[in-house]
């Protein structure tokens, strides 16, 4: 079996803004394209259910990107991502009060599910006007889509994460249906009256109700685990101040972002910088990682700048993630003071576009 890889790999940071700033010659078509390619047995799974994605907002590269791009943006405005801190801080209160006790109660507490999965869910939800309910279902149908997407299944678990899909799809086509109809104002209402097709839809809402919140919570996973560590610039104490958790956050974008790398396609032959790019050639850009330092030892100036992407596509939840990732440490730092980490070797989810340890179990540190 060859396991050359397919992708041209792009880590200069100057070259991946450059292919960012180019989408007529670098598309992002195959942003949602399967990395693995799907067998038989599972693509019926999904074509039962009529399962599609066609290209509205990420993988979107025709004139009409700009035009839904706004009225997606329209839910996360800064001054609503701005208004909706407080509710953020509640929900990220009770969930460390949650944990707290857990740890009082049994000696140690799992952070992932305590602290990081809900509270993104559930600050996405009430953004876009849409019912909170299922979110134990999406919280594992968004982690199966990564796999099943991003991932390298074997045949008999792309059946298993075709099926998870597949639920998932028409548990979205029913909320899609609802909210047609549903009194107030809410995304899904919004896109049908920009004119788009309930399978366009559909589709919109697969992507953004996986990128919208799973990311957000594994960008968490990974900051607590690092912190609780203690192998990252800020320690476990400083993290409970505003500028420390802020801080400790940008750190591990810039190092080890949740979203490490986005692909782009060459729409035809192009060059970049002296190199000639083939059309149709598939390109892997590093957003994070490579970014802190110059081969010099200076910072670079692009140290974080790329970890939301770059130009039309650039990340519509940018500042929404950062304030939810630097408030939820912050109150778990504040609600734990005393721990440490119980499993320094959890399982990692290691797929081509995401990362993030699954867990991260604490216990109360020995007085
Ligand atoms: C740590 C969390 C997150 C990271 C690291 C991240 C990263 C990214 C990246 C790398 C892209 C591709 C950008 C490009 O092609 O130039 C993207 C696109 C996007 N993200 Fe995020 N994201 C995060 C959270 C969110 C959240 C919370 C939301 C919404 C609530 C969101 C909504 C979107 C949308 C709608 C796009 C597509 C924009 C377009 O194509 O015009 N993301 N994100």
């Known amino acids: 079996m060859s396991t050359r890889c397919p992708y041209l790999v792009v880590r200069d940071p100057g070259a991946v803004r450059d292919v960012l700033h180019r989408p007529t010659d670098f598309s992002p078509a195959n942003a949602l394209v399967a990395v693995t390619p799907l067998a038989g047995p599972a693509l019926r799974v999904l074509q039962r259910v009529s399962f599609?994605?066609?290209?509205?907002?990420?993988?979107?590269?025709?004139?009409?990107?700009?035009?839904?791009?706004?009225?997606?943006?329209?839910?996360?405005?800064?001054?609503?991502?701005?208004?909706?801190?407080?509710?953020?801080?509640?929900?990220a209160q009770e969930a460390a009060q949650n944990a707290a006790d857990q740890l009082d109660s049994s000696g140690h507490v799992e952070l992932v599910q305590t602290v990081a999965a809900f509270t993104p869910a559930v600050v996405m939800l009430e953004l876009l006007g849409l019912p909170v309910r299922d979110l134990a279902d999406l919280k594992r149908w968004g982690l199966d889509s990564m796999e099943l997407f991003w991932g390298w299944p074997d045949a008999a678990r792309q059946l298993e994460l075709a099926r998870s899909a597949a639920d998932f799809y028409v548990w979205l086509r029913r909320l899609v249906a609802e909210s047609l109809t549903a009194p107030g104002r809410n995304l899904f209402k919004s896109l049908a009256e920009h004119g788009l097709t309930t399978p366009e839809i559909c589709s919109l809402g697969y992507f953004l109700l996986i990128a919208g919140q799973e990311?957000?919570?594994?960008?968490?996973?990974?900051?607590?685990?690092?912190?609780?560590?203690?192998?990252?610039?800020?320690?476990?104490?400083?993290?409970?101040?505003?500028?420390?958790?802020?801080?400790?956050?940008?750190?591990?974008?810039?190092?080890?972002?949740?979203?490490?790398?986005?692909?782009?396609?060459?729409?035809?032959d192009t060059n970049l910088g002296d190199d000639m790019i083939p059309a149709g050639a598939e390109v892997l850009l590093e957003l994070s990682g490579n970014h802190t330092t110059s081969p010099d030892g200076g910072d670079r100036t692009t140290a974080?700048?790329?970890?939301?992407?770059?130009?039309?596509?650039?990340?519509?939840?940018?500042?929404?993630?950062?304030?939810?990732?630097?408030?939820?440490?912050?109150?778990?730092?504040?609600?734990?003071?005393?721990?440490?980490?119980?499993?320094?070797?959890?399982?990692?989810?290691?797929?081509?576009?995401?990362?993030?340890?699954?867990?991260?179990?604490?216990?109360?540190e020995p007085r």
């Open 215 to 268: 990311t957000t919570t594994q960008l968490i996973s990974t900051t607590l685990f690092r912190l609780v560590e203690g192998s990252s610039p800020t320690s476990w104490r400083d993290a409970a101040s505003e500028a420390g958790s802020r801080t400790m956050v940008r750190h591990v974008l810039a190092t080890e972002s949740s979203v490490p790398t986005w692909r782009r396609i060459a729409a035809h």
């Open 52 to 91: 599609a994605l066609p290209p509205v907002l990420a993988s979107n590269d025709t004139d009409t990107h700009a035009g839904i791009r706004k009225v997606v943006a329209g839910f996360f405005t800064p001054a609503t991502v701005a208004a909706i801190e407080p509710r953020i801080r509640v929900l």
């Open 304 to 364: 974080y700048g790329l970890v939301f992407g770059s130009g039309i596509h650039r990340c519509l939840g940018a500042k929404l993630a950062e304030l939810e990732a630097a408030v939820i440490i912050q109150e778990t730092a504040l609600a734990l003071p005393g721990i440490q980490l119980r499993d320094r070797q959890p399982e990692w989810i290691r797929h081509l576009s995401f990362q993030a340890p699954r867990t991260v179990s604490v216990s109360m």
